[in-house]
DNA sequence: AACACATGCAACCGCCACCGG
DNA sequence: TCCGGTGGCGGTTGCATGTGT
């Protein structure tokens, strides 16, 4: 739908709609400048419209309802593209690329407004892990979103979980790659480098994220095929998200305790830092270079980049902390040029965000406990990580945000928009337990395998809050050590 | 009611790739 | 091959609104 039928919706209010979803905070629209727009027109700096491109002062701020008409209009009279003509052709005093933009992000048509569905949330998430902040190619995938909303979106959501204290992605997912690469890395030895065992094209591991994207290519009208990802690359994906940052340094207790215990993952003495780069990845001081010479696992052609060990740092796509910063990711893979493809998203059963993921009552996710856990019991009395990373801040964090009774639960609504808050994923996904007895068993397992014996000594007798509310039993639970029960508790 | 803080979103900025002259 | 123009992209910022105290 383009001109000619935006002048149909144009005529029948589609500018006001968009007024009243967009501007509602707005109220300067109408007759109401900016300060920007009445006290002091801002000069551009010249990239954008030059502040005064050929003497023209360019607006800058909010766009009002009458610019916008202008806009629409020129769009309808001469079509996308050459946006700096704009300002030139219809005596809009906006530069090139704010017209693109307001054009790109509000104007044109077949926008989505509103709340992201589930089945979007849920495709944002997948394709994230796959191809990182690559917001405009995930916008391709999202018919009538734009990048910009993706990215506010997956920036609020990254917020939302750091508070929270969640991994960015499911951690069943990340478990599950975590025992696959055991297993795998049995095959292969445990011994093996780090670059040979994620470049050997027999390191496979089973698609866990896309296949309900693969699964309906033959539905479809069109799906680019989506190489498979690593399960691994997501474990080190969940592990390295922006969660972790917070705990950065008791994941280095966690690489450090790794190392000197074997007990830790049975079998795989002095293995894990080769299996589990990204405890590497705290370790060496690791700079964006190394970070972005990153390959996937699943690269069939040895990658030159990856002979160094500085390789293996931040997972693409990952918010990994790198010096301190958010480090933008590259494509999850050779990003695929992608087509805009004609999407109908089937409904899957991996609805993370749906269900949320397994919360004790403290409102700790497995995975969150599981790495806090780790962080704690991995320092030694005399190596125990500040106060602030554990008992302060973030326990300060879950205790008020998070902090779920049953009877909470209870009370709290199932979600059903995209915009709940994960709390209340966490009860959301309690009360949709038993359709998990597979994730709740896998993350069993795994926890219980993971701080198995080497914890033992640590164990605390606290299992007055019903580790069975988020899938441990309580053998498992009793195997978290005492300074992660404690530090949760009220 | 007033204030402070948190949240979400629109818009801007700087960089980069592409393209044509 | 170089260079300027253009568009696209990702990161960041500013501000209105919402929420809690």
Same mark, same amino acid.
């Given at each position: ?15 006001? @709609? ?5 501007h509602?905070k ?9 300060k920007?727009?009445?006290e002091?027109?801002l000069?551009d ?6 502040g005064?491109?050929g003497?023209?002062?360019l607006k800058k ?9 202008i806009?629409?209009?020129y769009v309808?009279?001469?079509g ?6 704009v ?20 104007? +044109?048509?077949?926008l989505?407004?509103?709340a ?11 394709l ?6 690559? %917001?405009a +190619?995930?916008?391709a995938y999202?018919?009538?979103?734009? @990048?910009?909303e993706i ?5 609020t ?7 929270a ?7 069943e997912?990340?478990?599950?790659a975590?025992?696959?690469?055991? =297993?795998t ?5 445990g011994?093996?480098?780090p ?9 496979e591991?089973p @698609? ?20 498979v990802?690593?399960?691994s690359s997501?474990?080190m994906?969940?592990?390295?998200s922006?969660?972790? &940052?917070?705990f950065?340094?008791?994941t280095?207790h966690c690489q450090?305790h790794?190392q000197?215990s ?8 002095g ?6 780069p990204?405890f590497e990845q705290?370790?060496d001081d690791? =700079? ?12 069939i ?13 931040v997972f693409?796509?990952s918010?990994?902390?790198?010096? $301190?910063n958010?480090?933008?990711s590259?494509p ?5 040029k ?7 998203y ?6 993370w ?6 919360l004790?009552p403290?409102g700790h996710?497995?995975t969150s406990l599981?790495?806090? &856990?780790?962080s704690?019991s $991995?320092?030694?009395l005399d ?8 008992t302060?801040?973030h326990?300060?964090s879950?205790?008020?945000d998070?902090?779920l ?10 979600r059903l928009?995209?915009? &709940?808050?994960?709390?209340l994923l966490a ?11 597979k994730?709740?068993?896998i993350?069993?397992?795994a926890i219980?395998t993971?701080?198995?014996d080497?914890?033992?000594s640590d164990?605390?007798?606290g299992?007055?809050? =019903?580790?069975?509310? %988020? $899938?441990?039993?309580?053998?498992? %639970?009793n195997?978290?050590p005492a ?8």
């Amino acid at each position: 739908m383009y001109p000619w039928e935006l002048e149909c919706k144009y005529e029948q209010g589609f500018v006001c @709609d968009y007024k009243e979803m967009s501007h509602t905070k707005n109220q300067r629209e109408d007759g109401m400048l900016s300060k920007d727009q009445t006290e002091s027109p801002l000069i551009d700096d010249g990239n954008c419209g030059g502040g005064a491109a050929g003497g023209v002062v360019l607006k800058k701020g909010p766009w009002t309802s009458a610019e916008d008409a202008i806009l629409i209009d020129y769009v309808k009279k001469h079509g996308e593209g050459n946006w700096n003509a704009v300002q030139k052709h219809s005596g809009l005093f906006r530069c090139g690329k704010s017209c693109r933009l307001r054009w790109a992000n509000h104007l +044109r048509p077949n926008l989505k407004k509103g709340a992201f569905t589930q089945e979007e949330e849920q495709l944002i998430i997948e394709l994230h892990a796959k191809m990182g902040n690559k %917001w405009a +190619r995930m916008a391709a995938y999202l018919p009538g979103r734009t @990048d910009n909303e993706i990215k506010n979106y997956w920036n609020t959501r990254i917020k939302r979980r750091q508070r929270a204290g969640l991994p960015l992605y499911p951690p069943e997912v990340s478990l599950q790659a975590l025992q696959e690469s055991h =297993s795998t890395s049995a095959v292969n030895g445990g011994g093996k480098a780090p670059h040979d065992i994620l470049q050997n094209n027999s390191y496979e591991i089973p @698609d866990v994220i896309f296949d309900s994207l693969k699964a309906n290519q033959n539905v479809l009208p069109y799906v680019p095929e989506l190489p498979v990802m690593s399960a691994s690359s997501m474990l080190m994906k969940g592990l390295g998200s922006s969660q972790y &940052c917070s705990f950065m340094r008791p994941t280095i207790h966690c690489q450090k305790h790794l190392q000197e215990s074997p007990a830790f993952f049975p079998g795989y003495t002095g293995a894990v830092k080769d299996e589990c780069p990204l405890f590497e990845q705290f370790q060496d001081d690791m =700079s964006d270079k190394a970070a972005r010479s990153f390959r996937w696992s699943f690269s069939i052609e040895p990658d030159p980049a990856m002979e160094t060990s500085q390789s293996f740092g931040v997972f693409p796509g990952s918010h990994a902390l790198s010096k $301190g910063n958010f480090s933008a990711s590259e494509p999850a893979l050779e990003a695929v040029k992608l087509e805009l493809p004609s999407l109908q998203y089937p409904e899957t059963e991996l609805e993370w965000e749906n269900r949320g993921e397994p919360l004790s009552p403290m409102g700790h996710s497995a995975t969150s406990l599981f790495s806090e &856990c780790i962080s704690a019991s $991995g320092s030694s009395l005399d190596e125990r990580p500040p106060a602030e990373t554990f008992t302060e801040s973030h326990v300060k964090s879950e205790a008020a945000d998070h902090v779920l009774t049953p009877e909470i639960q209870k009370e709290a609504p199932i979600r059903l928009d995209g915009r &709940c808050p994960d709390t209340l994923l966490a009860s959301n996904w309690l009360e949709q337990g038993s359709g998990y007895d597979k994730d709740q068993t896998i993350m069993t397992d795994a926890i219980a395998t993971l701080l198995g014996d080497d914890l033992s000594s640590d164990m605390a007798a606290g299992t007055s809050i =019903s580790s069975q509310a %988020w $899938g441990l039993d309580s053998c498992a %639970w009793n195997n978290i050590p005492a300074v992660c029960q404690m530090s949760e508790l009220p």
